[in-house]
């Protein structure tokens, strides 16, 4: 976590925050693109995905060098996200989905079903609901 920590403390300070608020971004996409380029997005992903193949702990550890930083960062729910697909989805949206988001290209997220709370009910959401911004792809998961 010494890298993220040295990743964060480079990018982040008021005058970044300012700056990321101010030209209304929702998140420090230039920081993002340095945790990708580190392999730290897919900390918690297989292997096979292009991620590192660890396990959820290093994953806490890297929310709470997020946090410590207060890091502009959609991390949690893309990384959650992430999880539920690399653990229960098919071969095929592993392969569609997950490579993207290590590269920080594609940022997953969750939505909670009201009715309907299956995974497989998420994981065809998943494969039908995308919204662009910008360079970086965002994919919504759910109803």
Do not use: C, N
């Not at 380029?37 to 997020?66: E, M």
């Not at 959650?80 to 993207?100: F, K, M, T, Y």
């Not at 988001?101 to 009910?121: E, F, M, P, S, Y």
């Amino acid at each position: 976590m010494d890298l993220a920590g040295r990743i964060m403390g480079d990018h982040l300070d008021m005058d970044r925050h300012l700056a990321v608020e101010t030209a209304g971004g929702w998140f420090d996409r230039e920081l993002w693109g340095d945790l990708a380029t580190a392999g730290l997005l897919g900390i918690a992903l297989g292997v096979d995905v292009g991620g590192s193949g660890l396990d959820a702990v290093a994953l806490a550890l890297l929310l709470g060098v997020q946090g410590s930083h207060v890091a502009p960062l959609p991390l949690l729910p893309s990384s959650v996200a992430a999880l539920i697909v690399d653990r229960h989805g098919s071969h095929e949206q592993r392969q569609r989905l997950l490579p993207d988001v290590v590269t920080g290209t594609t940022i997953l997220t969750v939505a909670r079903l009201q009715r309907q709370k299956r995974i497989d009910v998420l994981l065809r959401a998943l494969a039908r609901v995308r919204v662009r911004h910008q360079q970086v792809r965002l994919v919504i998961v759910g109803d």
